[in-house]
């Protein structure tokens, strides 16, 4: 069966876009992958992030994980920070594989580091792409979903692979990205031309997936349209075409039957429809998560954390070995 592994930071609160994106598809993958989902703890600390504030988003990032539909018997569910072999990893490839040149190209540094100038900004928030490279790597992995803005953080990681295994002998599996269609990004409420984030300055950018029913009707009737009033899935109209991403995917259906339900109708009718949507979606996912306990959380994430550990285990064995740091 084929690997596939893939995470989200325990920062910010996850909203819609980190669902469509990325969750969702997990979701249907575990049942054909031997998959592995990881809260990724040690690269939401490249910013800086208070402690307990930190520790209760691991848990509460866990929790959504189940949920949402991402089943402990399925797949291993477990803690970055947890598995010491991805640190471990990620400085073998950091001095044998990774080179100045990939690093300066990393489109995501450029951007996240603007925010505090980048002489400021951490090193952690410059390598972590390496450190993403060694997540992967580190379980075989043969497929990543992704979404778009992490396609060239999969190219280096592929680009690393083939460098350690030309030099050392076929150690690693070189992973493929997957994306989806629409779901690959689904841009900010209040900006259709940058993707929706938890990171935005504007709360009217996402809906989180802990919003109650009133501040997803809010935000919705906020959201940015286009100008004209049909209900039209149109590179034109970047603003409607991203809402109407996201009715087709949270309503299972394609965005030309979307086009075909609002005929007729205006964006008024369309906004309130969206709402409902996401609202009959989030609700039983947000009641789940209150029935939750922290116990119970915190023993599936150690088992699979355990089982994480066994596989991270022998393949750094491997790793060790190709480079001369085992003695056993």
């Keep these: 069966m084929k690997k596939t592994f893939s995470g989200v930071q325990p920062s910010g609160e996850l909203h819609i876009g980190n669902y469509l994106g990325a969750i969702k598809n997990w979701v249907e993958m575990q049942n054909n992958f031997d998959a592995m989902f990881c809260v990724v703890d040690l690269h939401a600390i490249t910013v800086t992030q208070k402690p ?4 209760r988003s691991v848990l509460d990032v866990a929790k959504l994980y189940i949920a949402l539909g991402i089943d402990p018997d399925k797949s291993t569910i477990f803690v970055q920070s947890d598995v010491s072999e991805h640190a471990q990893l990620c400085w073998v490839l950091n001095c044998v594989s990774a080179r100045m040149g990939d690093m300066e190209k990393m489109t995501q540094f450029k951007d996240k580091s603007q925010k505090e100038g980048a002489e ?3 090193v952690g928030l410059f390598d972590y ?6 997540d992967i790597l580190l379980y075989d992995t043969d497929i990543v979903p992704v979404g778009e803005d992490q396609v060239q953080h999969i190219e280096l990681t592929r680009t690393l692979a083939r460098r350690f295994n030309k030099k050392y002998g076929i ?10 269609t629409e779901g690959k990004r689904i841009m900010g409420l209040d900006n259709p031309e940058k993707k929706m984030s938890k990171s935005a300055s504007s709360e009217y950018n996402y809906i989180a997936l802990t919003d109650n029913e009133e501040t997803i009707r809010r935000k919705i009737r906020k959201a940015v349209t286009d100008s004209g009033s049909e209900i039209v899935y149109s590179n034109d109209k970047p603003a409607l075409q991203n809402l ?6 949270f309503a299972g259906i394609p965005t030309e039957e979307v086009e075909r339900k609002f005929v007729g109708k205006g964006y008024g009718d369309f906004k309130n429809e969206l709402a409902d949507v996401i609202i009959d979606f989030l ?6 998560v209150s029935e939750m306990s922290d116990d119970e959380i915190m023993n599936i994430l150690r088992n699979g954390a355990e089982k994480a550990k066994n596989r991270a285990e022998n393949k750094m064995n491997e790793v060790k070995k190709r480079v001369g740091l085992s003695l056993n």
Aim: proline fraction near 9%; avoid cysteine; hydrophobic fraction near 50%.
């Design 129 to 134: 792409p390496v450190l993403m490279a060694a």
């Design 244 to 249: 109407i991403n996201i009715y087709a995917l």
């Design 171 to 180: 150690t690693f599996t070189v992973p493929e990205a997957k994306l989806t």
């Design 52 to 55: 307990e504030e930190l520790t």
């Design 283 to 288: 609700i039983p996912v947000q009641r789940k």
């Design 120 to 122: 400021r900004a951490s």
